[in-house]
Antibody, heavy 124, light 106 residues
Framework: QVRIQESGPGLVKPSETLSLTCTVS????????WSWIRQTPGKGLEWIAY???????HYNPSLRSRVTISVDTSKNQVSLSLTSVTAADAAVYYC??????????????????WGQGTQVTVSS | QSALTQPPSASGSPGQSVTISCTGT????VSWYQQHPGKAPKLMIY???KRPSGVPYRFSGSKSGNTASMTVSGLLAEDEADYYC???????????FGGGTKLTVL
């Protein structure tokens, strides 16, 4: 059974960099794609970025200039860095295994499982 | 691609069926997630109409044109939750989510 556990500082000051870690058990990070997704009361679910261990990455265009996603295969972890945070970045951040299949109708994406999420507050 | 459009709310009585729509997907494939308060989203439907192991048969999916739908049959109190759809959004936006639908079991 795949288990995902996010961890982070909880509280970040405005303009600082948020660093989050996703620790995976029950699967190798090298065998799958991985995504970070966040959720705010006002904006619902927002996909941030996804990665394959070879270094292939894709980012949400609205966040691309501030986000870096990475994989540490030795620790079986996926990390996220978000620079210059503002109050708008306060959210619950989730890590999820990301499935990508190519079919006759294009690409199929789904996320399973998700971690429990980590709450991030932005305040001085 | 803009966010997928879902109705903000839906409701039904126990035993009834409820269908939640998700409009605006340019992809043929949609996945659906259930989220109870304070919990992480859980995959319920993928590739339009496939159910992961452990998801009850009561949950089903379909798609017509640019609108996908998820139907919950034989509503149970435990089905009361928020439901989100998502799909591939092209080689620029990559992933798009719906705004979510709050399902109330009356």
């Amino acid at each position: 059974q795949v288990r995902i556990q996010e961890s982070g500082p909880g509280l970040v000051k405005p303009s600082e960099t948020l660093s989050l870690t996703c620790t995976v058990s029950g699967a190798s990070v090298s065998d799958h794609w991985w995504s970070w997704i966040r959720q705010t009361p006002g904006k619902g679910l927002e996909w941030i970025a996804y990665i394959f261990y070879t270094g292939i990455t894709h980012y949400n265009p609205s966040l691309r200039s501030r986000v870096t996603i990475s994989v540490d295969t030795s620790k079986n972890q996926v990390s996220l860095s978000l620079t210059s945070v503002t109050a708008a970045d306060a959210a619950v951040y989730y890590c999820a295994r990301h499935f990508i299949e190519s079919g006759g109708g294009g690409y199929s994406y789904w996320f399973d499982p998700w971690g429990q999420g980590t709450q991030v507050t932005v305040s001085s | 691609q803009s966010a997928l459009t879902q109705p903000p709310s839906a409701s039904g009585s126990p035993g009834q069926s409820v269908t939640i729509s998700c409009t605006g997907t340019s992809s043929d494939y949609v996945s659906w997630y259930q989220q109870h308060p304070g919990k992480a989203p859980k995959l319920m439907i993928y590739e339009v109409n496939k159910r992961p192991s452990g998801v009850p048969y009561r949950f089903s999916g379909s798609k017509s044109g640019n609108t996908a739908s998820m139907t919950v049959s034989g509503l149970l109190a435990e089905d009361e939750a928020d439901y989100y759809c998502t799909s591939y959004a092209g080689h620029t936006d990559w992933v798009v989510f719906g705004g979510g639908t709050k399902l109330t079991v009356l």
